[in-house]
């Protein structure tokens, strides 16, 4: 059984091994330890933190598989995307070109540098040490945040977006950042990614990124068809995030070109399809069953799935022993619970 809980200074060491595995220039992760412990610290006191409204708070989760308390993966969300400076990605525009005395008309694709996801809540971090062979743990890692926004949603903006990591090659190169951003920072996209590490709310992006519309037929046709692809890692957490409610916005990632999905909270399964159900033990009778994500309350987070009896017209759910120690429930207590 896997349990996803928040992040504690005794995993330090088990995401220093986790980022140690992860494709460079991906930016899911702190790599270096001193970042780690920094991400787990701020984390902690974001979960302790008494909060009226979204501010600088970002929470970080591990997936800990229960026999033997091993750490195989790590998600985050950040209540407040550029909390700690403003949010920049590429926004996708079509500018009309206009010449009367030519007669001409048509349409230009541009991107231009925005700000407009800033304050929204971002999904990030999301990082399995096997995810080639991941099973349904993988959904349990990805909604439990989301299922931790929706018992907290003052903690949390009404929409929320994910940037997925784009193309790059087998260097770690990027067509799109060579194509574009080389040209403004003068270093390779590894080199840049280090520098800012993997933020987009950094100074230096406004100060030496282009502030006016970037015509995108003038790019390279390589870069050009990088931009909205999701790199080969990016494609598990595309196919939950879809099937959660997120969808392709009008954003692009400034350094890769990957693209960034975004929902209202609204739209998405963990608030609009999640139930909240009192807590029965589990018969050892047979009969049809379904495969729920359970959480606990905000103020002792733990998420785990279920394969029990369906409780869509009941007021109770059937969790068998194993399942109520991994969430630290007893019968009578209430939890949160969505189909996966």
């Excluded at 033997?68 to 920049?88: D, I, K, Q």
């Excluded at 282009?210 to 037929?217: K, L, R």
Aim: aromatic content about 8%.
């Amino acid at each position: 059984m896997y349990v996803v809980r928040p992040v504690e200074l005794s995993d330090i060491g088990a995401l220093e091994s986790l980022s140690a595995v992860a494709t460079p220039g991906v930016h899911t992760l702190p790599r270096t330890r001193e970042a780690i412990t920094a991400f787990v610290e701020r984390s902690i006191a974001s979960f302790a933190a008494q909060v009226d409204i979204p501010s600088e708070e970002s929470y970080l989760f591990v997936l800990e598989e229960t026999g033997s308390r091993e750490v195989v993966g790590t998600a985050a969300v950040h209540a407040s995307a550029g909390s700690n400076g403003t949010y920049f990605a590429f926004r996708n525009d079509v500018i009309q070109q206009v010449s009367r005395d030519l007669n001409i008309s048509h349409s230009v694709h541009a991107l231009t540098l925005c700000s407009e996801l800033t304050a929204c809540s971002q999904l990030a971090g999301f990082n399995l040490r096997d995810r080639e062979h991941a099973g349904i743990e993988a959904a349990l890692l990805s909604r439990a945040r989301l299922l931790f926004a929706a018992l907290a949603p003052h903690r949390f903006g009404d929409r929320f977006f994910v940037p997925l990591a784009g193309v790059t090659d087998s260097d770690g190169q990027s067509p799109f950042w060579n194509a574009l951003g080389r040209k403004f920072f003068k270093m390779d996209f590894l080199e840049a990614e280090r520098v800012i590490g993997g933020a987009r709310n950094r100074t230096l992006i406004v100060e030496l990124m282009p502030h006016y519309p970037v015509y995108v037929p003038l790019l390279p046709g390589d870069a050009q068809a990088a931009m909205g692809q999701i790199h080969p890692s990016g494609q598990l957490a595309f196919k939950l995030l879809t099937e959660e409610g997120f969808e392709a916005d009008e954003y692009v990632d400034i350094f890769d070109g990957g693209p960034i999905l975004a929902a209202h909270k609204l739209s998405l399964r963990s608030f609009c399809g999640s139930q909240h159900r009192r807590v029965e033990t589990a018969s050892r009778e047979g009969g049809a069953t379904v495969t729920y994500a359970v959480a606990t309350s905000a103020e002792r987070f733990r998420a785990v799935t279920v394969a029990c009896p369906p409780c869509d017209t009941s007021d109770a759910i059937c969790l068998p022993a194993a399942a109520q120690e991994a969430l630290g429930v007893a019968p009578g207590d209430s939890v949160i619970c969505v189909r996966l």
